[in-house]
């Protein structure tokens, strides 16, 4: 009886055979492992953006269809003195607010590297605000700086008089600022901290040789180095200060300070696009524009870089 016999390929063989299976074995597409991603960004990103863009060039409403209106309201807006008033508190809430937290979350950082004791504690509070609901903070804030609040009461204890933080249209504006760097701070301290970490320690004892003092040293070592950090925090503080809502309304309520001098271009959004009457196109088309602003201020920002970079 003749005995068995066992075929075996050869070793190329084998590993052919054995890469086919695995072909077989992975998906048909690598689109597969793409999907969930593009999905939500389709349906949270891209079709909210193209919708926003559609409504625009209607006159639809909260609970009417709308029709085809083409530019109409665009055309509207600039002659909308309200939408001017938006546009310029905006533009100033960006101009107050992004120097603030591209500095003082840098001196933070700073600060917080220093080996000192309860330096644990600063970080973390420093960092508070930033896990805090704006609602909350806004609501803490509100009652701080009210007629009867607890900085208006310490002010008539020294024997000043109160402070109109929440009545006067400037100070409305310039409080809501302050609470934006205040809960700001620590996000981009943390940013910071982390540009700081790559920085030689060389470079600074270099520096110190050579006669440096301190604020020499942040100019010429400090600040060159983490550059392309401080780029970042402004286009991201740029964007987020242009868009604000939350801060301004919670101080200045839903009509947005006296005759509305306090409004900014989102709350002008929410105003104009909410309720059974809301006007969707023309609160679509001022989003529009909010949209268009940010894209160019990042622009803006990154051509700066280029040019210092140059």
């Known amino acids: 009886m003749a005995s068995p016999t066992l075929t075996t390929g050869t070793p190329d063989a084998r590993k052919g055979g054995g890469a086919r299976r695995v072909r077989r074995q992975l998906p048909a597409s690598p689109w597969l492992f793409a999907a969930p991603g593009l999905l939500i960004t389709g349906a949270f990103i891209l079709y909210p953006f193209v919708s926003t863009l559609v409504n625009s060039l209607t006159d639809r409403r909260t609970l009417v269809p709308g029709e085809f209106v083409g530019l109409a309201n665009f055309r509207e807006l600039l002659h909308d003195d309200m939408f001017w008033i938006g546009l310029r508190n905006s533009s100033l809430y960006v101009l107050g607010v992004v120097p603030a937290l591209v500095l003082l979350p ?123 950090t401080m780029v970042l925090v402004a286009a991201l503080s740029s964007v987020a200060a242009f868009k604000v809502f939350s801060e301004v309304y919670l101080m200045a309520g839903p009509s947005g300070g006296p005759a509305g001098e306090d409004t900014t271009l989102v709350m002008l959004v929410q105003r104009t696009g909410t309720g059974l009457t809301g006007r969707v196109g023309y609160a679509s088309a001022i989003s529009v524009v909010v949209f268009a602003v940010t894209v160019v201020l990042m622009l803006l920002v990154l051509r700066a870089d280029r040019k210092e970079e140059a």
């Open 106 to 228: 840098l001196l933070l950082a700073l600060l917080v590297q220093k080996n000192i004791p309860g330096i644990t504690f600063f970080r973390s509070a420093f960092y508070t605000p930033v896990v805090a609901s704006i609602v909350v903070v806004g609501l803490i804030w509100v009652w701080l700086l009210d007629e009867r609040g607890l900085v208006n009461s310490l002010l008539e204890t020294l024997g000043a008089s109160p402070v109109g933080f929440l009545s006067d249209q400037w100070l409305i504006l310039l409080s809501a600022m302050g609470v934006t760097v205040w809960k700001g701070l620590g996000y981009y301290m943390i940013i910071y901290l982390a540009a700081l970490a790559n920085v030689p320690r060389e470079l600074h004892e270099a520096a110190a040789v050579d006669g440096a003092g301190a604020v020499r040293r942040f100019l010429t070592v400090t600040v060159p180095a983490v550059r392309s």
